[in-house]
Structure formats: C-alpha cells, structure tokens
C-alpha cells in the first residue's frame, strides 16, 4: 500500500497511528517526518470538516493516502460542550489543570447519573485517487468530581470509564488505545483500507 502521512505534530497521537495500522500499510509517517507544514484554519464546525480540513492542506503538498483527526469531549449536562472547540476552550494556552477544574466546577451538584460525557474521534483519509473518506468513534464515560490519574493528556483525569472504575488518565497506553475514541476510529479507518 501507497505510503501514510498522518497530519499531527502529536507524537503520542503518532505512536497509537503506527501501532494500529502498521500492519496495513508501509511507511507511516508524521507531517514533521514528510518535511510538510501547513497552517490550516480549523474553523469546521464537526470533527469530520476539521479533520478534512487538516488532511487536504496536506494533500496540496504531498502524495499518498493522507490521514488526519479531530477530537473532543462532549458534556452532555452542558449541550456537548466543549465539542469541536475542546482544544480552544478557554483558550488554547489555558493549562488543563485551569480547563479540568472550570469543567468540575460547572457541574458542581449535578448527580452522577447526569455527568454523562464522551470523546469523539473523526478521522479523514484522502486517497490518492483524490477519494475522501471519513470515520468517527466515540468512548462513554462521566466527568468525575476531581482529577484523577497522571496519563495521557487533556482532559484524561477528568474522563471515568465506570465500567473500569478509572479515569482515561488511570490507564496505560495500550489500555486507552484498546477502548480509547481515536484506538477505535483508527481501527475503523484500518478496515476501509484494507478494502481497497
Ligand atoms: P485535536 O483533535 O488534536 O484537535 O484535539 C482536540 C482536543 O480534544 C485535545 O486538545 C483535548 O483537549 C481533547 N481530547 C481529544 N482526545 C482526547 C483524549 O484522548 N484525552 C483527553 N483529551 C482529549
């Protein structure tokens, strides 16, 4: 199969890329490795058109299957937000710990049963025939009452898998990866290619 240039700058992002389409593809490299730069506004306002946005910038430059992603978390107690602005929320320099804490203290005395949340993950390939093709998976969980756990990224410590009894920021890598909304989308992405 034609070589993959994934549009992130994100390396934890890359290192899940590698290890779940390794196996269908050849070279699988980031936009810093394909030497590409682009400087595309993300202003869609689904996770699909911002993932197509970022995957044509790049497809302007360069050959191949070009992949891109977009992501966020879903509140449902507060009309999905943060959603597509997840990143911008409350301004992309804001830390986490700033972001994580506004979040808890918006749903102070909301009850468990109404804390529901998730992560969506869009992924957008386009082919090298100029074909576009999109996914989206999601992971359900509930925003907990504090921060919880030291890995990943964002908002990890404040995602609770009740089924596991822990935060996304409680689990390994691989453990996210196997459950986790991009682990899913990449999986989905791996099966139409390996259709063509
Ligand atoms: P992007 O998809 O790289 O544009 O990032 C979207 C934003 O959504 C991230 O900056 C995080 O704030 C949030 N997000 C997406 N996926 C995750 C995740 O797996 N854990 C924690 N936060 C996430």
Do not use: W
């Amino acid at each position: 199969m034609e070589r993959v240039i994934f549009a992130t700058g994100n390396e934890g992002k890359m290192r899940e890329v590698r290890a779940i389409l390794a196996e269908s593809c050849g070279e699988i490299l980031s936009m810093k490795e394909a030497g590409v730069r682009i400087d595309a506004a993300e202003d869609g306002v689904t996770y699909e058109e911002n993932a197509l946005i970022k995957a044509r910038a790049v497809a302007a430059q360069m050959d191949g299957i070009i992949m891109a992603d977009d992501s966020g978390l879903e509140i449902d107690f507060l009309d999905r937000e943060p959603g597509v602005y997840s990143a911008r929320y409350m301004g992309e320099d804001t830390s986490y710990r700033v972001k994580n804490a506004n979040l808890i203290s918006r749903l102070e005395g909301v009850p468990e049963e109404k804390r529901t949340a998730r992560f969506v993950c869009a992924i957008a390939a386009i082919l090298p025939n100029g074909i576009e093709k999109t996914v989206r998976a999601t992971i359900e969980g509930r925003i907990g009452y504090e921060e919880k756990g030291l890995n990943g990224f964002g908002y990890d410590p404040i995602f609770y898998v009740p089924e596991l009894g822990k935060t996304t920021a409680e689990l390994t890598e691989e453990e996210k990866n196997l459950i986790s909304h991009r682990g899913k989308a990449l999986r989905l992405m791996k099966a139409e290619l390996e259709k063509l």
